[in-house]
């Protein structure tokens, strides 16, 4: 299927039908299903009701409407570079889809949207063990961080540093 039989845009409100399983294939093959708490109206709340949203979603989609892929992002703001960055929080592409270029089309799609919004960089996390998306972002001229560690914080151990009392 050629990628001439899709376009890149952003998404509205009446895609979130054909978003969701999008998510949730992204959910399956990452293997966080199990807390995957997305729904139609969080999508609604969170990205079409309220301006600015609390995040953007492109969507690769097929001339007869289906979508094939999205990426989700978001703008940080400036800190040292005085330049925002736009971060990648998803990308996906339905596996029907997959060998068509999507994901590179989304990505330079993002990367339009970075430069159109004065950003100084994209980024982005990747799994480990998918190293099929390495190869992918490494064709596309990305490299990995060898600087900077991925950390995160939740579930028990971030509601026990909330509820620690300040030394101070």
């Not at 990367?111 to 480990?128: D, E």
Request: net charge negative.
């Amino acid at each position: 299927m050629p990628t001439s039989l899709f376009r890149v845009d952003l998404a509205t409100a009446a895609d979130i039908p054909a978003l969701l399983p999008l998510m949730e294939g992204l959910a399956d093959f990452e293997h966080y299903r199990d807390t995957f708490a997305i729904t139609p109206e969080i999508l609604y709340q969170q990205g079409f009701a309220q301006q600015p949203p609390d995040f953007y979603c492109l969507v690769a989609r097929h001339v007869e409407g289906q979508l094939g892929g999205m990426l989700v992002y978001y703008f940080l703001p400036f800190t040292a570079s005085a330049k925002p960055t736009l971060f990648i929080k998803e990308l996906f592409v339905d596996e029907a889809y997959r060998g068509h270029r999507l994901g590179e089309e989304l990505m330079r799609a993002a990367a339009h949207a970075a430069v159109t919004h004065g950003c100084g960089a994209i980024r982005w996390a990747v799994a480990a063990w998918n190293e099929a998306g390495r190869r992918f972002y490494e064709r596309l001229g990305a490299q990995a961080n060898p600087v900077w560690v991925d950390y995160s914080l939740s579930g028990d151990a971030l509601v026990s540093l909330a509820n620690t009392p300040s030394r101070s």
